[in-house]
């Protein structure tokens, strides 16, 4: 079963870090490219960071220079490393892998596949 499993989420105060991780299970962890998405109450979800497989990265505008998006293939993890985080940016954290679909097809693996979410709180 290809499963996805976040931690690392919680309290923290406006200006301080947390780090999220996700673990993957059940799949060609290496091949996949991951990403961390954001959902506020009320909002949509939101695309924070991607990091493909071959370890190129991209981010959200509103995240560049305070998070990083890195992958550890060998522990079928990646992490977000969240500094400076503001207020607005509470939300429930999302990973995500994504493949090709006619990769994934042709292997007959999952294209996409979510984790149940980690929820921080920006507070003071």
């Known amino acids: 079963q290809v499963q996805l499993v976040e931690s690392g989420g919680g309290l923290v105060q406006p200006g301080g870090s947390l780090r999220l991780s996700c673990v993957a299970s059940?799949?060609?962890?290496?091949?996949?490219?991951m990403a961390w998405y954001r959902q506020a109450p009320g909002n949509q979800r939101e695309l924070v960071a991607v990091?493909?497989?071959?370890?190129?990265?991209n981010y959200a505008d509103s995240v560049k220079g305070r998070f990083t998006i890195s992958r550890d293939n060998a522990k079928n993890t990646v992490h977000l490393q969240k500094n400076s985080l503001k207020p607005e940016e509470t939300a429930v954290y999302y990973c995500?892998?994504?493949?090709?679909?006619?990769?994934?097809?042709?292997?007959?693996?999952?294209?996409?596949?979510w984790g149940q979410g980690s929820q921080v709180n920006v507070s003071s």
């Open positions: 990091i493909i497989s071959g370890g190129d990265t």
């Open positions: 995500k892998a994504d493949l090709d679909e006619n990769i994934a097809n042709q292997a007959r693996l999952p294209s996409d596949v």
């Open positions: 059940g799949y060609i962890f290496s091949i996949y490219d």
